[in-house]
T-cell receptor
Framework: KAGVTQTPRYLIKTRGQQVTLSCSPISGHRSVSWYQQTPGQGLQFLFEYFSETQRNKGNFPGRFSGRQFSNSRSEMNVSTLELGDSALYLC????????????FGQGTRLTVV | QKEVEQNSGPLSVPEGAIASLNCTYSDRGSQSFFWYRQYSGKSPELIMSIYSNGDKEDGRFTAQLNKASQYVSLLIRDSQPSDSATYLCAVKGPLNAGGTSYGKLTFGQGTILTVHP
């Protein structure tokens, strides 16, 4: 069974640009969550999607947005990139919207220069 | 107070010893608890989940949960050098304004474990 797939694995962008990251969850999983990981702040929750609806959102500015498609694949977008957005962006999928276990993809390493 | 706190590291144990990792959480209503292992440069890997008070064993790993004390721990028996990694405690929640957390996980800052031969 294939795991969570994130693309691309690495990205280098310039300040002010925008970026779109993609996540394909485990087959049958309908919930997709996004996290940002930095050395200083650790792993922080960005948002969660279930059945194409955002169910929960973390404390990030509006420059961070996402969406989910009918096949459960999800994208997150960061507009007007700042140097502080450099981080590992992780996607996690779970079977349902609630208490079951979450499995992470390999992540996308974003570097903003 | 941080929502999820882990014992400060790094933690260094000799091969074959028991490594003990601890985590406390602030939301008394939390119901689901997870331990992830993260190797350097890799993504977190789920190693244990626990939902009820008591112990849960899986191979060399034992998770312990005490909801009254808001405490969860992970014991690694017969530690191996391959266990050297950052261990992340994660708690489902806290509740949002609508009264549910859905799938949100709140993570501790992680404990770096080194197992030396």
């Amino acid at each position: 069974k294939a795991g969570v797939t994130q693309t691309p694995r690495y990205l280098i962008k310039t300040r002010g640009q925008q970026v779109t990251l993609s996540c394909s969850p485990i087959s049958g999983h309908r919930s997709v969550s996004w996290y940002q990981q930095t050395p200083g702040q650790g792993l922080q929750f960005l948002f969660e999607y279930f059945s194409e609806t955002q169910r929960n959102k973390g404390n990030f500015p509006g420059r961070f947005s996402g969406r989910q498609f009918s096949n459960s694949r999800s994208e997150m977008n960061v507009s007007t990139l700042e140097l502080g957005d450099s981080a590992l962006y992780l996607c996690a999928s779970r079977f349902d919207r609630g208490g079951t276990e979450a499995f992470f993809g390999q992540g996308t390493r974003l570097t903003v220069v | 107070q941080k929502e999820v706190e882990q014992n400060s590291g790094p933690l260094s144990v000799p091969e074959g010893a028991i490594a003990s990792l601890n985590c406390t959480y602030s939301d008394r209503g939390s119901q689901s608890f997870f331990w992830y292992r993260q190797y350097s440069g890799k993504s977190p890997e789920l190693i244990m989940s626990i939902y009820s008070n008591g112990d849960k064993e899986d191979g060399r790993f034992t998770a312990q949960l005490n909801k009254a004390s808001q405490y969860v721990s992970l014991l690694i028996r017969d530690s191996q050098p391959s266990d050297s990694a950052t261990y992340l405690c994660a708690v489902k929640g806290p509740l949002n304004a609508g009264g549910t957390s859905y799938g949100k996980l709140t993570f501790g800052q992680g404990t770096i474990l080194t197992v030396h031969p």
